[in-house]
């Protein structure tokens, strides 16, 4: 698919991906909201790449969230009626799913507006840096929306706690950077100017890792968040390590010369 409202490149083993909609703030409008879901479900088999850094274009914003009016002009061709809006509800909620599945790490570089949508691109990214302008909404409940969309009512109490999860869905307040980062939703804060280089600083140590390490932590992880003991995390982690060790000790017989 050739892409026009995202921007992808490469850097040796780490990809940049911009979202692409400045002039709107980079909402996600329908053909935004296809073109990611394409994007990720390519990286699941993309094993030249080793980590992804996520970021926004211009000068206001990661993401503003959904297109409200694009949604509007879409419904009202294709019919205003509970199916078809549950249909495009669940097609946008793939975009998490597929962040979540695909094995590269993701760093989120936020940058001014991460509301609504552009809070869940972030929660559903591995390492979140922000710049100090970055504010980040649920801001779902603020157009009349349920306070929980998007994977927030899975991942942000998560990341954040019980409590702070619950007051940012109940009552869409905007949360500055560093608040964010006292909170745990944020890793790094930086300056506006950094925050490039200090997510590809990231992206860079990430790189120099085994790829296949690095998706098999990933997927350990998402394992453990749903883990129903410490026993059947134990195990996940107990085959990945014994599957790498194995690697590896077969490369250390090959290079003396005993494989």
Known sequence: MDYETILYETDGRIGILTLNRPKSVNAVNRQMMEELIDFWEVRQ???EISVIILTGAGEKGFCAGFDIKDATEGYSKEGLTPENIYRNQSRFSEILKLMRS??????AAVHGYAMGAGLSFAMASDIRVASGDAVFCAAYINIGLGGADLASSYLLWRIVGLGKAWEMCYTGDRIPANEAYRNGLVNHVCARDELTE?????AQNLAYRSPFALHLTKEALNAGINAPSLEEALKMENRNQSYMLTMQLMRYLEQKGEG
Not at 198 to 202: E, G, L, R, V
């Open 198 to 202: 200090k997510a590809k600083a990231i």
């Open 45 to 47: 088999t993309d094993f």
């Open 102 to 107: 695909c094995p590269q790490p993701i760093i």
